[in-house]
T-cell receptor, first 111, second 110 residues
C-alpha cells in the first residue's frame, strides 16, 4: 500500500544547479500539491494541481515549476537552486474536498 | 502574511490529563479546518477535521472546536498518552488552497 511516494529522500545541490523532486500517488486522487516546511513557518504551499493538465500557484511559488501530465505524478522542478530553497519538501494528495495524504518528505540542502 | 497561527510552539502535559492545542486564523473565507500530527522524519498524518458549518467534532479521544466569530480553533486530547507526543499542525482551507500553522510540539510525560 504505497500511498504517496517521494524521491529522493535526501539531496545536496550547489547554487545554480537544477533538479526535480518526484512525487507519485496510487490512490487515484485528483488533487496533488507540494509544500515546504521551514522552522517556525509551518508548511507553506508551493504549487498545486486539481487534475491532469491543470496546475496553479500557491503561497510561495517563485523558483519552482510543476507539471501534471498524469493523475499519478506531480514532479517539482528547481531550475536554478538557491540557498533559500534549503528545506524539507512534502508532496500531498487528496480527493476533493478532503484531508491530505502526505509523502515522507525530501530534505534538500543547497550550498 | 500568516493566515493561520499557532502561538504556542510547545506544550507539555502529564499523561492522563487534557491537552489543549490552539489555533487562530485571519481569513473568514476558510470553510474547512483540519488538524495533522507529525512525527520526526515522517510526513504529517490527518487527525481530525471540521466544516465551518459545525462548531464541534469528536473522534475518540480527539475533539476539535471551532469558534467562527473569534476565528479560533482548538484541539482537545483526553486523556493524553505518551504516544501523542508529536508536532501538531492546524490547517484551514478555502477552495483548493490549504494553509498551515507553524505547529505546536506536544510532549506527554508518563
Amino acid at each position: 500500500n504505497a500511498g504517496v511516494t517521494q524521491t529522493p529522500k535526501f539531496q545536496v545541490l550547489k547554487t545554480g544547479q537544477s533538479m526535480t523532486l518526484q512525487c507519485a500517488q496510487d490512490m487515484n486522487h485528483e488533487y496533488m500539491s507540494w509544500y515546504r516546511q521551514d522552522p517556525g513557518m509551518g508548511l507553506r504551499l508551493i504549487h498545486y494541481s486539481v487534475g491532469a493538465g491543470i496546475t496553479d500557484q500557491g503561497e510561495v511559488p517563485n523558483g519552482y515549476n510543476v507539471s501534471r501530465s498524469t493523475t499519478e505524478d506531480f514532479p517539482l522542478r528547481l531550475l536554478s537552486a538557491a540557498p533559500s530553497q534549503t528545506s524539507v519538501y512534502f508532496c500531498a494528495s487528496s480527493h476533493l474536498p478532503g484531508e491530505l495524504f502526505f509523502g515522507e518528505g525530501s530534505r534538500l540542502t543547497v550550498l | 502574511d500568516q493566515q493561520v497561527k499557532q502561538n504556542s510552539p510547545s506544550l507539555s502535559v502529564q499523561e492522563g490529563r487534557i491537552s489543549i492545542l490552539n489555533c487562530d486564523y485571519t481569513n473568514s473565507m476558510f470553510d474547512y479546518f483540519l488538524w495533522y500530527k507529525k512525527y520526526p522524519a515522517e510526513g504529517p498524518t490527518f487527525l481530525i477535521s471540521i466544516s465551518s458549518i459545525k462548531d464541534k467534532n469528536e473522534d475518540g479521544r480527539f475533539t476539535v472546536f471551532l469558534n467562527k466569530s473569534a476565528k479560533h480553533l482548538s484541539l482537545h486530547i483526553v486523556p493524553s498518552q505518551p504516544g501523542d507526543s508529536a508536532v501538531y499542525f492546524c490547517a484551514a482551507s478555502e477552495n483548493n488552497d490549504m494553509r498551515f500553522g507553524a505547529g505546536t510540539r506536544l510532549t506527554v510525560k508518563p
